[in-house]
């Protein structure tokens, strides 16, 4: 029996039922189906990423997709469009494109999970994220028992959310199509922390290449490349940036960071509030551990339960409230287990 503390990169998680590895689509499409048919359970595994898995396991059928592939053409006027296989290591689908000369992908570089995870969660980093970059997303509806495909606008994207999100399990990412710019220069930088870095400006554009490698070296000062070792065994940032209204922004000290949104609310810093709450670099609830590099990820340090991972969390997420009066929300899903 498999446990989930193998296939999570927080390295946590009990006993799986069953665990299929689905190679092709045809092999993902009927596993999934013949769980349906039978009543089971059914928990959809990519990267194992963003999946914080309780310690009693899960009770059904783990199907882990491995499906990998992509076709493409690429254009001198109109860029490159690429159908990309849900399966597909999503960090490497990144280095793949900036050796063809394709760009709006590279700050999104070192992102753990595979390209089907990235529009569930409309993943994102240094002011830019993966939605800006999709044309349809192609899926397996378990309801209707039909592949059916979304274009970008019936994704409804959102921050840190998408369609796909909010039904749950419904649909299964078969592939995710993309279209990206020609040309190797990078989109305008965004992050203040990131033109500082290049030593450019904000709106600054830099080679793909020159961005991508300070990504990396960004994130993994930050203990966020998962290759980082067990003492980093993480799911990446635990909590999302919390949008706050422009009101509770105001109240907020003047340090704190804040990012207008077109809507009239405020985005500001999950990891500034959590370190001016008082909670520390370093903190330990047996072997859960707040990272030494970014206090946002909350780490297996080699010994911890997901009862561990979670009571941290708890920990952390009171203190900010109690501090600010904002609750934040975990940006990894839980299965088996409650925060």
């Known amino acids: 029996m498999t446990n989930l503390s193998e296939l999570t990169t927080l390295h946590v998680g009990g006993p799986a039922m069953k665990v299929v590895r689905a190679k092709t689509e045809s092999e993902l499409i009927l596993a999934v189906q ?16 963003n999946l914080l898995v309780g310690d009693s396991g899960f009770n059904g059928t783990v199907i882990v997709v491995e499906t990998e592939g992509n076709s493409y053409e690429i254009d001198a006027c109109s860029g490159g469009t690429l159908q990309v296989s849900a399966g597909v290591n999503w960090d490497n689908f990144v280095a793949f494109t900036i050796e ?13 999970g595979t390209v089907g995870g990235a529009p569930i969660q ?23 028992k039909q592949i059916k495909t979304f274009t970008a606008d019936q994704c409804e994207f959102g921050y840190r959310d998408s369609v796909f999100k909010r039904a749950g399990s419904r649909y299964v990412i078969l592939d995710v ?26 709106d600054a554009r830099v080679p793909t290449s020159d961005l991508r490698a300070a990504v990396l070296e960004l994130r993994a000062k930050k203990g966020m490349l998962i290759s980082a070792g067990h003492q980093n065994w993480s799911a990446g940032s635990f909590f999302i940036n919390p949008i706050i209204s ?20 405020i985005k500001t810093s999950a990891a500034w509030l959590m370190e001016n709450a008082g909670v520390s670099k370093g903190e330990k609830v047996n072997g859960a551990k707040i990272s030494e590099n970014h206090v946002l990820a909350l780490t297996n340090a080699g010994t911890a339960t997901a009862a561990d991972l979670v009571q941290l969390a708890r920990i952390a997420r009171a203190k900010v409230q109690e501090k600010f009066g904002i609750i934040l929300i975990p940006e990894v899903r839980f299965v088996g287990i409650e925060l």
């Open 177 to 202: 199509t993309f279209q990206l710019r020609r040309g190797e220069f990078s989109l305008p930088i965004k992050y203040i922390e990131l033109a500082d870095f290049l030593k450019v400006e904000i």
């Open 246 to 265: 422009a009101e509770q922004a105001a109240q907020l000290p003047a340090s704190a960071p804040r990012w207008p949104q077109p809507d009239g609310l």
């Open 100 to 112: 063809k000369n394709l760009a709006n992908l590279e700050s999104l570089s070192g992102i753990p």
């Open 34 to 49: 013949y769980a349906d048919e039978v009543g089971t359970d059914l928990l959809i595994i990519g990267g194992g990423s």
């Open 122 to 144: 409309n993943i994102g980093a240094y002011g830019h994220e993966v939605s800006e970059a999709i044309v349809r997303v192609r899926t397996y509806d378990r309801e209707s």
